[in-house]
């Protein structure tokens, strides 16, 4: 369910907009996977890094790739799609999660939707997630609006329980000092 907000055309310009995004999203839809996005900081770092005028995206540690199948729940399956996406683009850091398994790695009551699994996510505005349909059209997926990501307030978010967790994982990222105009 997507929570409209006054950034949402803004949100999907700047997406559609970017050609190596555009590409990455294209490769993804590829691999069919079920109920799929790329989220996190792949697309909360662009939409910072535009808001910030950076000519140069800020690099990632990673590439969060979340499908929510419940009929397969094999982790080797993800390192399979992992494997994939390694070969297709030559970029190492792709990380593909089964949301329908990860409650119990967070210890958490099983989640029922794509939804619902990023909602219990750290920060509001790291529970975003994008992906290209079939008509090439993009759709997202944001719990919690766009309104946090816009306007550089980071906050936990209010399923993610680990208050301590929370402030140590924004801490040791130093998003302030990457992203200057931030609210934590």
Do not use: C
Not at 47 to 75: A, G, K
Not at 81 to 110: C, F
């Amino acid at each position: 369910m997507i929570k409209l907000s006054k950034y949402t055309e803004t949100f999907l310009q700047l997406i559609s907009n970017n050609k190596e995004m555009m590409e990455d999203l294209t490769i993804l839809r590829e691999l069919n996977l079920p109920d799929w996005y790329v989220t996190a900081g792949y697309v909360r770092n662009y939409i910072w890094d535009s808001l910030h005028s950076y000519q140069i995206r800020t690099p990632l540690n990673d590439i969060d790739v979340i499908y929510y199948n419940t009929e397969e729940m094999d982790e080797e399956i993800e390192k399979s799609y992992e494997q994939k996406l390694k070969l297709v683009t030559g970029i190492s850091i792709w990380s593909v999660k089964n949301q329908a398994r990860m409650h119990t790695i967070n210890s958490d009551e099983p989640y029922k939707t794509i939804e619902d699994a990023i909602s219990h996510w750290p920060e509001t505005v790291t529970a975003v997630g994008i992906k290209l349909n079939e008509d090439n059209s993009i759709s997202y997926v944001s719990p919690y609006g766009l309104n946090d990501l816009f306007e550089f307030k980071v906050r936990r978010s209010p399923l993610f329980m680990n208050e301590a967790y929370y402030r140590s994982r924004v801490d040791k990222k130093s998003w302030k000092e990457i992203w200057p105009e931030l609210e934590i």
